[in-house]
């Protein structure tokens, strides 16, 4: 597992801290994903499920968000976001997207 360390205090904005932490994990998620997959090259349905999982057992996202999320509805939230995500094309990587989006959804008042 990839090892999250506190960006610089210089930097100063901590929800921009939290952003950038929750992206690398969906990054890591994402990766991780991949390599259990790799037979099927990385497919699976059901990926929104065994992302929520990943992020709520085995990484920092309770940490970053201040508490354990239901895995429902993070997974739920994942689904919507993937379809946000593709009907929007944004121009952004999805991490970036999604992990703004995550942090409003269960910090709604912010960092």
């Given at each position: 597992?990839m090892?999250?360390?506190p960006?610089?205090?210089a930097?100063?904005?901590?929800?921009?801290d939290r952003?950038?932490?929750?992206?690398a994990?969906?990054?890591?998620?994402g990766?991780?994903?991949?390599r259990?997959?790799r037979?099927?090259?990385?497919?699976?349905?059901?990926?929104a499920s065994?992302y929520?999982?990943?992020?709520i057992?085995?990484?920092?996202?309770?940490?970053?968000?201040d508490?354990?999320?239901v895995r429902?509805?993070?997974?739920?939230?994942l689904?919507?976001?993937?379809?946000?995500?593709?009907a929007?094309?944004?121009?952004?990587?999805?991490?970036?997207y999604?992990?703004?989006?995550?942090?409003r959804?269960?910090?709604?008042?912010?960092?």
């Open positions: 597992m090892n999250l360390r960006l610089p205090a930097r100063g904005n901590h929800v921009t952003l950038e932490q929750i992206s994990l969906l990054h890591e998620a990766e991780t994903h991949h259990v997959f037979i099927v090259d990385g497919a699976d349905d059901d990926w065994w929520a999982w990943w992020l057992n085995l990484s920092e996202l309770p940490d970053l968000l508490g354990k999320p429902s509805e993070l997974t739920y939230l689904v919507s976001l993937d379809k946000q995500y593709t929007e094309a944004p121009g952004e990587p999805w991490e970036t999604y992990a703004g989006r995550i942090l959804h269960f910090r709604p008042s912010g960092g």
